[in-house]
């Protein structure tokens, strides 16, 4: 059974940082993606930022372009997000995701939705900015 524990999380004034952690328990490392998404009150769920493990293509939604930054810990698998400048509309629970994706899609949208359709998820973490 495929498990994905998270940290991080917490909150933050306007302009703040955070980093959120996700290591995930998949079988194998081909073509596995990870990523964040996240969800609002009343909105919907959407992508974030998100990796293929290894060193392969890195996906971010226009809304968090040149703010926040995937990477990931080559020794564990463990992949992170650091949030900066974190805005007011960056407030939501945010979740990891991770998949097998094959092949690297090539815009962040179809990213997400193939990642968003197929994904093992974590428990969630709440993050608020004011």
């Known amino acids: 059974d495929v498990q994905l524990v998270e940290s991080g999380g917490g909150s933050v004034q306007a302009g703040g940082s955070l980093r959120l952690s996700c290591v995930a328990s998949?079988?194998?490392?081909?073509?596995?993606?990870m990523g964040w998404f996240r969800q609002a009150p009343g909105k919907e769920r959407e992508g974030v930022a998100a990796?293929?493990?290894?060193?392969?293509?890195?996906y971010y939604s226009d809304s968090v372009k040149g703010r926040f930054e995937v990477s990931q810990d080559s020794a564990d698998g463990t992949v992170f997000l650091q949030m900066n400048n974190l805005k007011l509309e960056d407030t939501g629970t945010y979740t990891c995701?991770?998949?097998?994706?094959?092949?690297?899609?090539?815009?962040?949208?179809?990213?997400?939705?193939?990642?968003?359709?197929?994904?093992?998820w974590g428990q969630g973490t709440q993050v608020t900015v004011s």
């Open positions: 995701a991770a998949g097998h994706v094959s092949p690297e899609p090539r815009t962040a949208g179809l990213l997400f939705h193939l990642l968003g359709s197929l994904a093992h």
């Open positions: 998949l079988s194998t490392y081909d073509n596995r993606c």
């Open positions: 990796l293929f493990i290894g060193g392969g293509s890195t």
